[in-house]
């Protein structure tokens, strides 16, 4: 057995038991990355990551029942601590951002060289993300979609939603605001709902980042 104390934690994902076999057989000669853990599925991923809280989770994407992204989210709620690399076939996946938005650190492609595989979960131990380049350009072609999809979307605010969303950007709470617009708070919370569910993103947080990249609010504004 590996010296548990300096070994890095590895559960991996994959529907295939091939797959999974494969890289085991390699990892099993590495001495600072050992696989503590096996899941044929997403759910079983979830369960196993809760339990186990492995340092990084080598996660499929494409699988029957809960898909990667779900998993990668699910991981993620259950055991913040464990870093996700997803590792899949195809580099055009659509799945690619919204494993990103999950809370994947890395990705990477099965046909990455074993010693490359090893220091990415390396990587992903110590914080630090690996993005194959083919998946960095994929990713960057979206994330620029996606901004133009959500400064659309921005333009269709209403006036007051367009002030809501700058000051929840200057860190103002839901209180703040209603005393600010001389609105209730009640009413500010309807807003910010319709400005998450216009705009597609999660939570407040997402709202601030859109605006301070965009420069709806700037510096001197604050």
Known sequence: MKNQ?????LLIVDDHHIVR?????????????EVIGQAE??????????HLAPDVVL??????GMDGV?????VRQVSPRSKVVILTSFHEDTNIFP???????SYVLKNIDPEELA?????AARGEAVLDPKVAARLMHEYREDIHES??????????????LELIARGLSNAQIAEQLVISEKTVKSHVSNILSKLHFADRTQVAVFAWKEGIVKKEDK
């Open 21 to 33: 076999d494969g890289i085991c057989a390699y990892l099993d000669t590495v001495e600072d990355i």
């Open 59 to 64: 996660m499929d994407l494409i699988m029957p």
């Open 151 to 164: 400064m659309q979307a921005y333009m269709q605010l209403t006036k007051r939603e367009q002030e809501v």
């Open 70 to 74: 779900e998993a990668t989210w699910r």
């Open 5 to 9: 104390v300096e070994a890095i934690t």
């Open 99 to 105: 494993a990103i938005k999950a809370g994947a650190l």
């Open 119 to 123: 220091d990415t979960i390396r990587a």
């Open 41 to 50: 599925s997403g759910s079983a991923a979830v369960e196993l990551a809760e």
